[in-house]
C-alpha cells in the first residue's frame, strides 16, 4: 500500500505555543486530509484540502495542500490544553484513503 | 442527527470463532469503508464499498469478509479470526466531497 510519513511522532509543547505538522508520501493524491483523534473515539475531521497549493484555515488550524500533491501540513496557532489528541493526515487516490501513522500532540497548561 | 454506529464495541473471542461487526449508517451514503487501528501504523483500510453490492478490496483485506447488501449497513466479517487481527476497528462514511465519518470504534481481542 501507499504510505505516507507523517512527522513529529509527538511533541510535547507549552500551552500558547504554535504546532507544526507535516506528511509526506512518495505518491500523488487529489485529496488531503486531517484528523484530530481523542482517547476512545474515532478520527474527526478537521480540514479537507482539494487543490494543489490550497491554502485552507478552520479557526486556529491551517492546512496546505502541498504543490507537488505529495505533501501537506498542519499548523495549530496559539496551542489550548484542548487541542491534545493525535493527529492524522490521510490522502486519497481513486476510492481509497491512506492515513499517516499520526503525531501524538501533548500541551503542557 | 449523522451517525455511524458500530456493534459491538468491545469483544473478547477465541482463534477460529466465526464473529460479525456491524456498522450502520443514517447519513445516506453510498460509501463506506473498514479500517484497523495498530500502534505505530495508523489506520489502514481493509474494504470499501462505493454502493451497494460493491465492495473492493483496500490495503489489508486478508481474512475479512464484507457485504453490502443495503445503504445503511456495512458488516464486517472474521470467517476464522486469528490474534494478529487483535486489533482497534473503525467503520467510516464517507460523503461525496471525501468528508468522512467514523464511528466509535470496535477493540477485538482474539485470544
Known amino acids: 500500500g501507499q504510505q505516507l510519513n507523517q512527522s513529529p511522532q509527538s511533541m510535547f509543547i507549552q500551552e500558547g505555543e504554535d504546532v507544526s505538522m507535516n506528511c509526506t508520501s512518495s505518491?500523488?493524491?487529489?485529496?488531503w486530509l486531517w484528523y484530530k483523534q481523542e482517547p476512545g473515539e474515532g478520527p474527526v475531521l478537521l480540514i479537507a484540502?482539494?487543490?494543489?497549493?490550497e491554502l485552507t484555515s478552520n479557526g486556529r488550524l491551517t492546512a496546505q495542500f502541498g504543490i507537488t500533491r505529495k505533501d501537506s501540513f498542519l499548523n495549530i496557532s496559539a496551542s489550548i490544553p484542548s487541542d491534545v489528541g493525535i493527529y492524522f493526515c490521510?490522502?486519497?487516490?481513486?476510492?481509497?484513503?491512506?492515513f499517516g501513522t499520526g503525531t501524538s500532540l501533548t500541551v503542557i497548561p | 442527527e449523522a451517525q455511524v454506529t458500530q456493534n459491538p464495541r468491545y469483544l473478547i473471542t477465541v482463534t477460529g470463532k466465526k464473529l460479525t461487526v456491524t456498522c450502520s449508517q443514517n447519513?445516506?451514503?453510498?460509501?463506506m469503508s473498514w479500517y484497523r487501528q495498530d500502534p505505530g501504523l495508523g489506520l489502514r483500510q481493509i474494504y470499501y464499498?462505493?454502493?451497494?453490492?460493491?465492495?473492493d478490496k483496500g490495503d489489508v483485506p486478508e481474512g475479512y469478509k464484507v457485504s453490502r447488501k443495503e445503504k445503511r449497513n456495512f458488516p464486517l466479517i472474521l470467517e476464522s479470526p486469528s490474534p494478529n487481527q487483535t486489533s482497534l476497528y473503525f467503520c467510516?462514511?464517507?460523503?461525496?466531497?471525501?468528508?468522512?465519518?467514523f464511528g466509535p470504534g470496535t477493540r477485538l481481542t482474539v485470544l
Open positions: 505518491s500523488i493524491f487529489n485529496t
Open positions: 490521510a490522502g486519497v487516490t481513486g476510492n481509497q484513503f491512506y
Open positions: 447519513m445516506n451514503h453510498e460509501y
Open positions: 467510516a462514511t464517507t460523503g461525496s466531497t471525501d468528508t468522512q465519518y
Open positions: 464499498s462505493m454502493n451497494v453490492e460493491v465492495t
Open positions: 484540502l482539494y487543490k494543489a497549493g
